[in-house]
């Protein structure tokens, strides 16, 4: 079983940056592929960054390349996910994930098999 708790939210305007923070609990660390996901109101969860187990690896949606960085420090059991140049339409609940099955960084979400339970951006213009 594995525990993740989102924070770091917040209301920012455009232009400006967040961090968020997953903290995770209850299986090595390190086996395990994490992925930050979105949803906005109406529309469905969408993939936003990944991060392969031991960290060498990232994968980002074309949305957000350029802006978004994640990265994870196995020994605070933590991924982040640093939010720069924040846009009106990343306003969304973001929701870190856990995938200890995949060997590669997926971008569907039926992959991962934990959630926390999302923190909410929102971003003004």
């Known amino acids: 079983q594995v525990q993740l708790v989102e924070s770091g939210g917040g209301l920012v305007q455009a232009g400006g940056s967040l961090r968020l923070s997953c903290a995770a609990s209850g299986r090595t660390f390190s086996s395990y592929v994490m992925g930050w996901f979105r949803q906005a109101p109406g529309k469905e969860r969408e993939f936003v960054a990944g991060i392969f187990r031991s960290g060498g690896t990232t994968d980002y949606a074309d949305s957000v390349k350029g802006r978004f960085t994640i990265s994870r420090d196995s020994a605070k059991n933590t991924v982040y996910l640093q939010m720069n140049s924040l846009k009106p339409e990343d306003t969304a609940v973001y929701y870190c994930?856990?995938?200890?099955?995949?060997?590669?960084?997926?971008?569907?979400?039926?992959?991962?098999?934990?959630w926390g339970q999302g923190t909410q951006v929102t971003v003004t213009s």
């Open positions: 994930a856990a995938d200890f099955l995949s060997w590669d960084i997926r971008r569907k979400d039926y992959a991962y098999a934990y």
